[in-house]
C-alpha cells in the first residue's frame, strides 16, 4: 500500500513513499513548471516581499531535517524528505530556499529531471555569482545523468 499521509511513518509503520508521492507538486510537466516560473517572476515584484506561511515553515524543517539524516543512503529515503519539501514548495512557490533544497533532494533521489526542474527556477531568484556557478555546474551534472538514464533505458 501507499500512503500519503506521514505521521503513519513517522509512527514507525513501514509504509511506503512512492516518487509519484514524493513529488505530488510535479505532477503537471511542462505546464506546471511553467505556473511555477510565472509565479515566481511576479512574487519577485511584489514589495514588500511576501511572507512564508508557518505551515511551509514547518514542511520545510521537516523536510530538511530528514534529508539530513545519516541513515539516508538509499534513493527512496528521500521520498519523504521530498513529500514535506514539496507540501512547503504548494504553500509558499515564492520561497527560493524550497526551490533548491528539491533540487537536491530529487537529485539524491536520481530524480534527475525533477532536480534539473528546481536547479533552473532557484537560478530565477538571482544568487549571488558564485552559487549560480555552482548551481550551473549541478545541472551540468545532472544532463549527464539524464543522459545516461536514457541510453540504459534504451531512449
Not at 511555477?36 to 514542511?59: E, F, G, V
Not at 539524516?69 to 521520498?79: G, I, V
Not at 537536491?104 to 534539473?116: C, D, G, I, P, T
Request: with cysteine; proline share 6%.
Amino acid at each position: 500500500s501507499i500512503y500519503i499521509v506521514p505521521a503513519a511513518r513517522q509512527a514507525g509503520d513501514n509504509k511506503t513513499y512512492s516518487p509519484e508521492i514524493a513529488n505530488c507538486c510535479n505532477y503537471g510537466g511542462k505546464q506546471w513548471y511553467d505556473v511555477r516560473k510565472k509565479m515566481i517572476l511576479l512574487s519577485q515584484k511584489i514589495n514588500p516581499t511576501l511572507a512564508i506561511p508557518d505551515d511551509a515553515n514547518t514542511h520545510y524543517i521537516m523536510g530538511r531535517t530528514q534529508m539530513a539524516d545519516t541513515s539516508n543512503k538509499k534513493k527512496e529515503d528521500y521520498y519523504l524528505p521530498l513529500y514535506h519539501l514539496n507540501q512547503a514548495n504548494l504553500l509558499a512557490p515564492w520561497w527560493d530556499k524550497v526551490y533548491y533544497e528539491l533540487g537536491r533532494a530529487n537529485e539524491f533521489a536520481q530524480l534527475y529531471e525533477y532536480a534539473k526542474e528546481n536547479f533552473e527556477l532557484y537560478l530565477l531568484f538571482n544568487p549571488p555569482p558564485d552559487e549560480e556557478k555552482i548551481i550551473r555546474r549541478e545541472i551540468t551534472k545532472i544532463d549527464a545523468m539524464i543522459e545516461k538514464q536514457q541510453l540504459q533505458r534504451g531512449k
